[in-house]
C-alpha cells in the first residue's frame, strides 16, 4: 500500500518560514492535499490539488510537489499556526485515500 | 453555511454494533461524495471509507473491510456507517468529511466529530 511520510515534529520562530515535508514514491505524480488539526478541533483543509488555497485560507500558505517529495510552506510563522498538519492522496492502485502520519508545527 | 454534524458514537464492548449518522446541511447532499474519517486518541487521521454522490462507488480501507458498512439516504441529506464486530483498535473519534470532487478530491468540509469507545 501507499506511504506518506512526514516528520514528526518541526520547530519555527515567529514570523520565519516553516516548512513540512511529505515524502511518497512518484508523488509528484498525485494531487497532494493538507490539512490543519489543532487540539480538540476537526481538521482544517489549508491546501489542495499541491499548491491551491480555499477560500478563507491566508497567502501565507502554500504548497508545492514535485518527483517523492510535496512540502507546505507556511511563511511569516505566527503562534495561531501552532497545530497537526497532515498530507493526504489518493492511492488508485489500491482504491484507498491516504493520510501522512502528521507533523506537529510549534512556534517558538 | 455547510454543516456536518455526527451522532451515535458511544461505548461498545468488543464484538458489538454501533451505526453512527451525519446529518448535512447548507448544500446539496446529493451532489458530493462523502467520507468517514477517523482517528484514535493522540494518533493521526486515518481514511475509514468513501461513498459516491449516487452510492455507486464505494470503497473501504482494509482495516474495516468486511466489518463496517457505508451508505448514504440523499432524501434524508444523511451519511451512515454501520459498524459490526467492533474491536479495540476501533477506538477514535468519527469524522464525516464532504468530498468536492471524486475520489481524487480534498475534503473540504468536516464534522466535528463523534467519539466511539470499544471496551468490556
Known amino acids: 500500500s501507499y506511504v506518506l511520510t512526514q516528520p514528526p515534529s518541526v520547530s519555527v520562530a515567529p514570523g520565519q518560514t516553516a516548512r513540512i515535508t511529505c515524502g511518497g514514491n512518484n508523488i509528484g505524480s498525485k494531487s497532494v492535499h493538507w490539512y490543519q488539526q489543532k487540539p480538540g478541533q476537526a481538521p482544517v483543509l489549508v491546501v489542495y490539488?499541491?499548491?491551491d488555497r480555499p477560500s478563507g485560507i491566508p497567502e501565507r500558505f502554500s504548497g508545492s510537489n514535485s518527483g517523492n517529495t510535496a512540502t507546505l510552506t507556511i511563511s511569516r510563522v505566527e503562534a495561531g499556526d501552532e497545530a497537526d498538519y497532515y498530507c493526504?492522496?489518493?492511492?488508485?492502485?489500491?482504491?484507498?485515500?491516504?493520510f501522512g502520519g502528521g507533523t506537529k508545527l510549534t512556534v517558538l | 453555511e455547510v454543516q456536518l454534524v455526527e451522532s451515535g458514537g458511544g461505548l461498545v464492548q468488543p464484538g458489538g454494533s454501533l451505526r453512527l449518522s451525519c446529518a448535512a446541511s447548507g448544500f446539496t447532499f446529493s451532489s458530493y461524495s462523502m467520507n468517514w474519517v477517523r482517528q484514535a486518541p493522540g494518533k493521526g487521521l486515518e481514511w475509514v471509507s468513501y461513498i459516491s454522490s449516487s452510492s455507486s462507488t464505494i470503497y473501504y480501507a482494509d482495516s474495516v473491510k468486511g466489518r463496517f458498512t457505508i451508505s448514504r439516504d440523499n432524501a434524508k441529506n444523511s451519511l451512515y456507517l454501520q459498524m459490526n464486530s467492533l474491536r479495540a483498535e476501533d477506538t477514535a473519534v468519527y469524522y464525516c468529511?464532504?468530498?468536492?470532487?471524486?475520489?481524487?478530491?480534498?475534503?473540504?468540509?468536516w464534522g466535528q466529530g463523534t467519539l466511539v469507545t470499544v471496551s468490556s
Open positions: 490539488d499541491d499548491s
Open positions: 468529511a464532504r468530498g468536492v470532487r471524486g475520489v481524487i478530491s480534498p475534503f473540504d468540509y
Open positions: 493526504q492522496v489518493w492511492d488508485s492502485s489500491s482504491d484507498h485515500q491516504v
